[in-house]
């Protein structure tokens, strides 16, 4: 297709493809734009809303790789915009080719656009004037999709997945830690998670175990936990007992998030798989649930301090456990035990220590299965973040 035959027909079909795209409208109308033979890019920019002078890009398609072409494109832009008149001429690109462009200045409803029009070859003049009928079209439909509500959801909506996503890439990764004795699981009730759970293996050689939960659900949730997560790791690296370990983490968590109107429960422990032996402290959270195979038993671990956030220098009592062979060990969110089914009941410790009792043959992956079966089984739908660690010595 020749640049000549931007007409009426494509852009009727330029609106069509970018306004009913569902995602990428700009990227809709890149693609649209670049069918002609000759145009290897296109570009558009907009004044920057917050700093004056400073173009934004707001749209970039090209053909092929050509990496040094966005880089001359930019500059074109700034040159348009300082002109404030249509530009055309040439670059040298670094694989010594030229790359010829068309550029022009466009007022829109939200501000200043400056169009860019990359090709192969020298353009001519009826070519101009085609990209000059066609150029109030695509700052039209710029300033339809900026504008438009819909195509905000879809943004905030791609920004939840990208979060979502860094959210799932900090779990912690236990295939490498050779610890078949241990597994976990982690269900959101929303797009994003309020709890935290990591596996960190200290030098040592005990595994550092912890469980948190922040006030909440949703974006507000995640961010502090995402916040918890990295001032913990930080912590961890200098400062070795459970008990130090959350003193501290309040005390961080108090004058770096103090501002913010939440607060976080934490289970910290450290596990000697050799021994069988954990080491650990409680600030506000669900007691971990400890089911003794001897006595087909299932009691809670004694211990529960004040919250993350809660009290400034607040201390936390280190207590231990030691696991015997066949014992299990659950540590949770509240989500877990609370999860309510239609009677109002809670899965509580009954449910936990029916389901270890029935699974105690299993490996911890195998239980860590049975519990979910049955707590989605109890509950009339999820309601709150469920995560647990469970150890099966």
């Not at 700009?26 to 004056?52: F, N, R, T």
């Not at 595994?207 to 961890?236: E, K």
Request: aromatic share 8%; with cysteine; proline share 4%.
């Amino acid at each position: 297709m020749s640049i000549i035959l931007y007409d009426r027909s494509f852009i009727s079909n330029l609106y069509e493809a970018c306004l009913q795209s569902e995602s990428t409208p700009l990227v809709a109308l890149g693609e649209e734009l670049l069918k002609a033979d000759d145009v290897s890019a296109i570009s558009l920019w907009s004044e920057h809303a917050q700093v004056q002078g400073a173009l934004t890009r707001v749209a970039y398609q090209q053909k092929g790789k050509q990496d040094q072409l966005a880089v001359e494109d930019q500059k074109i832009a700034m040159r348009s915009q300082e002109s404030q008149e249509p530009i055309n001429g040439a670059v040298t690109l670094p694989t010594r080719k030229a790359a010829y462009y068309w550029s022009t200045p466009l007022a829109g409803k939200r501000g200043d656009y400056y169009f860019n029009v990359w090709c192969s070859r020298r353009l001519r003049e009826e070519e101009h004037d085609a990209l000059k009928l066609l150029a109030p079209h695509v700052v039209r439909l710029a300033d339809i999709v900026l504008s438009s509500d819909i195509f905000s959801v879809q943004r905030v909506n791609r920004e939840l997945e990208a979060t979502q996503f860094i959210q799932k890439q900090l779990m912690p990764q236990i295939d490498g830690l050779d610890v078949g004795f241990l597994a976990y699981r982690t269900l959101p009730v929303h797009e994003l998670g309020g709890d935290y759970l990591d596996i960190l293996r200290n030098p040592d050689g005990t595994l550092g175990l912890t469980v948190a939960d922040a006030m909440g659900h949703g974006m507000p949730a995640a961010f502090v936990m995402l916040m918890a997560r990295t001032i913990f790791r930080l912590i961890t690296t200098v400062t070795t007992t459970p008990s130090e370990v959350l003193a501290e983490l309040n005390n961080h968590f108090i004058s770096q998030l103090g501002h913010v109107d939440t607060f976080v429960t934490q289970f910290y422990g450290r596990f000697d798989a050799a021994r069988g032996r954990l080491t650990y402290a409680n600030a506000g959270h669900n007691p971990p649930v400890h089911f003794q195979r001897k006595t087909g038993e299932a009691t809670f671990l004694p211990g529960r301090g004040v919250a993350l956030g809660g009290r400034p220098n607040s201390e936390y009592t280190q207590l231990e456990v030691e696991l015997a062979q066949g014992d299990i060990l659950v540590i949770y969110s509240d989500g877990l035990r609370e999860a309510r089914g239609a009677d109002h009941s809670q899965f509580g410790l009954e449910g936990i220590a029916q389901t270890l009792l029935k699974y105690r043959e299993y490996n911890a992956d195998g239980i860590c299965d049975g519990l979910i079966r049955n707590v989605m089984r109890h509950g009339e739908g999820q309601s709150d973040d469920i995560s647990f660690i469970v150890i099966k010595r």
